[in-house]
């Protein structure tokens, strides 16, 4: 294949590439880079934010699992993104104000640790910093789409500065709120919480011993992720709205406490806490997967509730599913933006992430539901893993990417 091409006329800049993924958070580059590292075809990057917005650091960190590690180790970036203040965590404890309780270690799994907390922008950075060694690939930042048009072995986008890109495959990387999604016309299915999430790094005075600890809570779930740092956690409190901005409101020092009483009965006393950010929360679902020379990866094609840190590690299969239905065309000399080709994609991600999607709703409404009968399904459901350590074990291993059916990048 032939590397991007660009032609220039008088009132516009015409390029043409392979493949154009729009989005350059994750999941988008974790494919650039495959693709980069294994095929010679041309890919373009198309990210709407400037570099400098890119990569300024926020509280927001991800769980990597073990098979979103695997992807990085393959692509050869996992040494760089653990030198980025990186924290394994090797045990869950997951409680409810009743006392039910049931946590995970990763020695019943003979895993070193049961999985990995690293910052967003960390990882966004090496990402970028590897593609950049390929010419084959390029990023084009602050750039804003304005059209989308669907040819019969193309797609056309256009930008406000008169930028247009032609390509065998768009990819529509580009989040909950997808341009590409929404003029390709693909309906998406829409479930609001009417909750919002806080996310912060707080302080506390004992260490967090490299667990991650979660409270349910009658308002929702409380996260505490392990940082770098011993005494150092990031927070994730989901709460309904109206509740949600009457904390974020409150002093550092007031947050604090309030945050403090929370856990601590199983913690200890929380003394500082920074960047403090809100995020609505709904499940969102597109209807359909892909189209011809279009297809949805990451937050573009799905996003499920934080409690069980799920997000990324989807959005990450999704990218290396892509990527080996993609090579598996080029090496049969097939149409890799062809529906036909592209359909596979969508059945084996389906297969994958529905079961997925559907078991954190089910968490969450198991412990959301206060009635007697659902509070009794709840502790009996608890006391049968408990009890049962090879059935508690299937689900944590799960959890953690140790499971059949994952790209070839994941296993």
Known sequence: MDVGSEVRFRHFVYMKHDIVIVGGGVPGLTLALALAQSTSLSVAVLEARDCVRLFKRDARVSAITQASKRIFKKLGV?????AQAIQSFTRIECWDEAGN?????????AMSALGYIVENQ????????ALQS????QIFYSTKLIALHEKEDAIML??????????KLVVAADG??????????????????NEEAIVATITTTAMHEQIARQCFLKTGPVALLPLSDSYRTSLVWTLPTAEAKQYMDLKPDDFCKALTCVFSKRFSEVVVVEGRQSFRLCKQQAQQCVKPRIA????????????????MNMGLLDAAALFEIIHTAIAHHRDFGSHAVLRRYARWRKADNFPMSVGIDWIKQLFAANTPVISLVRVSGLQILNRFPT???????????????LPKLAQ
């Open 134 to 137: 390929y010419c084959t690939a």
């Open 78 to 82: 996992w040494s760089a993104i653990h």
């Open 122 to 129: 960390a990882i966004q950075f090496v990402l970028q910093e």
């Open 176 to 193: 909950a709120m997808s341009f590409v999604r929404e003029r390709a016309q693909i309906i998406l299915d829409k479930k609001d919480y």
């Open 158 to 167: 256009s930008t406000d500065t008169g930028q247009v890109f032609h390509a």
């Open 101 to 109: 309780e049931i946590d995970f270690h990763c020695e019943t799994l």
């Open 391 to 405: 059935i508690k074990n299937y689900f944590a291993r799960y959890a953690v990417g140790e499971r059949n059916g």
């Open 296 to 311: 949805l990866l990451g937050d573009a094609l799905h996003t499920v509730h934080p409690l069980a840190g799920q997000g």
